[in-house]
């Protein structure tokens, strides 16, 4: 990332500017709105539902989808993505340890995550920091981690994360090599609310023609992306909801983008997006209706299959 995304990024981090004006896409941070906070715990408590919601938030389930992409090089039909959004691990009690052991049979070959690691949007990095210090080494993916940044997230957890083994994508790309193919990871910084992403910076140097993956913290880059060719769009952010009503859907899903965008997956042109529900929760650490998820993609080359989604 430049130093002038840099400077603006610590600027936000440390509140100089307004919290509720949009820096980025996001026309409306709902999460920097305190009061939502306590009105909301109010309401789940008066009506019994809190502890409901704090269990339901403690409990992540695997989704397995297979995923068909155009252009996708021969070498890496059958290659596996290990998709984490929406950690907020510091947030939700016991959510780390119930990961660990949900990761750590797994063997995929990449993983990627998505930003929001950490619960808060202030004070210090530190406690969800020392999360993640745990949970990395529960992950057994060949060819490692890459990682981006949030709208939840400070500067410091890159480095943090980049000490602790991930490849951090702030506006970058990286090539994951099988003999002469290649499939080529780019990641651009929180577009949401910082709106310190830039996809051209993140792309540059990447062939013509090149299977693209994007890693974005949220969805509102869809029709950039999809104009420079990128094959697969991974994000979160939306939480999908987290809080599901029953025939009315979600309330809420933060993003300025269309709401087939906002959970699971979606096409725009000729690209392939996937919104995971993100794994913790936030605002308040309750989920209805709408678990946290640990997703496996498998990429596949043929371009006639549907996608196709499996939940242990």
């Given at each position: 990332m430049t130093p002038e995304m840099v400077k603006k990024r610590r600027i936000t981090e440390m509140g100089r500017l307004e919290a509720w004006l949009s820096q980025g896409r996001g026309s409306f941070h709902i999460e920097n709105l305190r009061i939502m906070r306590t009105l909301l715990v109010f309401m789940l408590t008066t009506l019994h539902l809190r502890r409901r919601g704090e269990r339901n938030a403690q409990t992540p389930v695997l989704r397995r989808i297979t995923v068909p992409l155009r252009g996708l090089p021969a070498a890496f039909e059958g290659y596996t993505l290990l998709h984490l959004s929406d950690l907020h691990l510091d947030g939700v009690a016991g959510l780390g340890a119930r990961l660990a052991k949900m990761l750590d049979p797994l063997r995929p070959d990449l993983c990627v995550m998505t930003g929001d690691y950490r619960f808060e949007i202030d004070g210090p990095c530190r406690p969800a920091c020392r999360e993640m210090a745990?949970?990395?080494?529960?992950?057994?993916?060949?060819?490692?981690?890459?990682?981006?940044?949030?709208?939840?997230?400070?500067?410091?957890?890159?480095?943090?994360?980049?000490?602790?083994?991930?490849?951090?994508?702030?506006?970058?790309?990286?090539?994951?090599?099988?003999?002469?193919?290649?499939?080529?990871i780019a990641g651009v910084d929180d577009p949401h609310y910082y709106g310190t992403d830039d996809l051209g910076a993140a792309l540059a140097g990447v062939p013509a023609r090149?299977?693209?993956?994007?890693?974005?913290?949220?969805?509102?880059?869809?029709?950039?992306?999809?104009?420079?060719?990128?094959?697969?769009?991974?994000?979160?952010?939306?939480?999908?909801?987290?809080?599901?009503?029953?025939?009315?859907?979600?309330p809420l899903v933060n993003a300025n983008c269309p709401r087939s965008m906002a959970a699971g997956l979606w096409r725009f042109e000729d690209m392939t997006g996937f919104t995971s529900a993100?794994?913790?929760?936030?605002?308040?650490?309750?989920?209805?209706?709408?678990?946290?998820?640990?997703?496996?993609?498998?990429?596949t080359r043929d371009d006639h299959l549907e996608a196709t989604t499996e939940r242990d």
């Open positions: 745990e949970l990395l080494p529960c992950i057994h993916a060949g060819d490692g981690v890459m990682a981006v940044l949030g709208n939840h997230d400070f500067y410091d957890e890159a480095e943090a994360l980049t000490a602790m083994g991930a490849r951090m994508l702030l506006n970058e790309s990286a090539v994951v090599r099988r003999g002469d193919d290649c499939l080529w090149a299977a693209i993956v994007l890693l974005a913290h949220s969805p509102e880059l869809y029709r950039e992306a999809a104009a420079r060719g990128v094959a697969l769009y991974l994000c979160g952010h939306t939480h999908a909801g987290q809080i599901v009503l029953p025939l009315l859907g979600a993100g794994t913790g929760a936030s605002l308040v650490p309750v989920r209805f209706c709408c678990p946290g998820e640990v997703v496996l993609l498998t990429l």
